[in-house]
T-cell receptor
Framework: KAGVTQTPRYLIKTRGQQVTLSCSPI?????VSWYQQTPGQGLQFLFE???????NKGNFPGRFSGRQFSNSRSEMNVSTLELGDSALYLC?????????????FGPGTRLTVL | AQSVAQPEDQVNVAEGNPLTVKCTYS??????LFWYVQYPNRGLQFLLK??????LVKGSYGFEAEFNKSQTSFHLKKPSALVSDSALYFC????????????FGTGTQLKVEL
């Protein structure tokens, strides 16, 4: 089975621009979560989507948004980029998001904001 | 709110020696605990999880973890370390408030030397 895939792997943007990142979950997985990883803040939860609905959201400003499609693929969007948005963005998928489910992570998208 | 602490930023061990990476947790309700490993420029790889049952959990690549409810700990162990085990290790706890959010520790850099 193919793992979680994320595109693009690397991205360079300038302040004020917007960016869209894509995540394809493992086949059959319906829950997709997004995390931001930075040296200063570590791994922080952004949001989770299940059956095209946002089920959970972390403490990030409204510039960070996401969506999920009927095939469970997910995108996240960051508008009006700031320097502090430079990070590794990780997507994780799980079967249904039950407490016992394991989240499997993709390789991440490295975003650099100049 | 859930939290996880990894008290050691770095652990050094000689190849062939046993290794332990420490993790303590704080949750309201039943703990659902996970260990992940991250190699440079890669996403997180799932190692093992504790949901319920035996306090000794066996995982991938010869790793195991010991759940101790009285000490609220979930230490990662391996009987004989390999140089290839050198990586960043994260302990995580599932949010009990519903959804699929993981709260991660700050990570422990494991260095296995010849």
């Amino acid at each position: 089975k193919a793992g979680v895939t994320q595109t693009p792997r690397y991205l360079i943007k300038t302040r004020g621009q917007q960016v869209t990142l894509s995540c394809s979950p493992i086949s059959g997985h319906r829950s997709v979560s997004w995390y931001q990883q930075t040296p200063g803040q570590g791994l922080q939860f952004l949001f989770e989507y299940f059956s095209e609905t946002q089920r959970n959201k972390g403490n990030f400003p409204g510039r960070f948004s996401g969506r999920q499609f009927s095939n469970s693929r997910s995108e996240m969007n960051v508008s009006t980029l700031e320097l502090g948005d430079s990070a590794l963005y990780l997507c994780a998928s799980s079967l249904a998001g039950y407490f016992t489910d394991t989240q499997y992570f993709g390789p991440g998208t490295r975003l650099t904001v100049l | 709110a859930q939290s996880v602490a990894q008290p050691e930023d770095q652990v050094n061990v000689a190849e062939g020696n046993p290794l332990t990476v420490k993790c303590t947790y704080s949750v309201s309700g039943n703990p659902y605990l996970f260990w992940y490993v991250q190699y440079p420029n890669r996403g997180l790889q799932f190692l093992l999880k504790y949901i319920t049952g035996d306090n000794l959990v066996k995982g991938s690549y010869g790793f195991e973890a010991e759940f101790n409810k009285s000490q609220t700990s979930f230490h990662l162990k391996k009987p004989s370390a390999l140089v290839s085990d050198s990586a960043l290790y994260f302990c995580a706890v599932r949010d009990t408030g519903g959804g699929n959010k993981l709260t991660f520790g700050t990570g422990t850099q494991l260095k296995v030397e010849l």
